[in-house]
Every structure is written in structure tokens, then in C-alpha cells.
């Protein structure tokens, strides 16, 4: 596999596991849990977090 190759499979799988966790941590952010909990739970940025948080589109 090319560097290239293995690199696109790697957003692709990054892709993939922000699809699944970004409705777990909007459900989150509803909740109350806060935003330095989810990211300490999640291995994502409290930015990442707000963002995700301010933008869902189902809100």
C-alpha cells in the first residue's frame, strides 16, 4: 500500500468514527455533561465538543 493510499484509508476510517461518536457527544452536551469531561472521555478537543455541540443539525 503507497503512503497516499494508506493515508486516505485513514481519513476514510477517521471519517467513519466521527460519524459514530459526534450523536454520542451531542447527546452529551444536551445532557449537561461537561465539555472537558466529554473530551477527557473522548480523546477530542473541548473545541471539537462546542463545535459539535453548537451545530447539530437535529438541535
Known amino acids: 500500500m503507497t503512503p497516499g ?14 460519524t459514530a461518536l459526534r450523536p454520542l457527544v ?5 445532557a449537561g455533561v461537561p465539555y472537558r469531561r ?7 478537543s473541548r473545541a471539537t465538543v462546542a ?3 453548537k451545530h447539530d443539525p437535529g438541535a
Do not use: F, K, M, S
Request: no cysteine; hydrophobic share 50%; glycine share 4%.
Open 38 to 44: 466529554i473530551a477527557e472521555l473522548t480523546n477530542i
Open 26 to 30: 451531542v447527546q452529551a452536551v444536551h
Open 5 to 18: 493510499e494508506q493515508r486516505l484509508r485513514l481519513v476514510a476510517e477517521l471519517d467513519r468514527l466521527d
Open 51 to 53: 463545535r459539535w455541540g
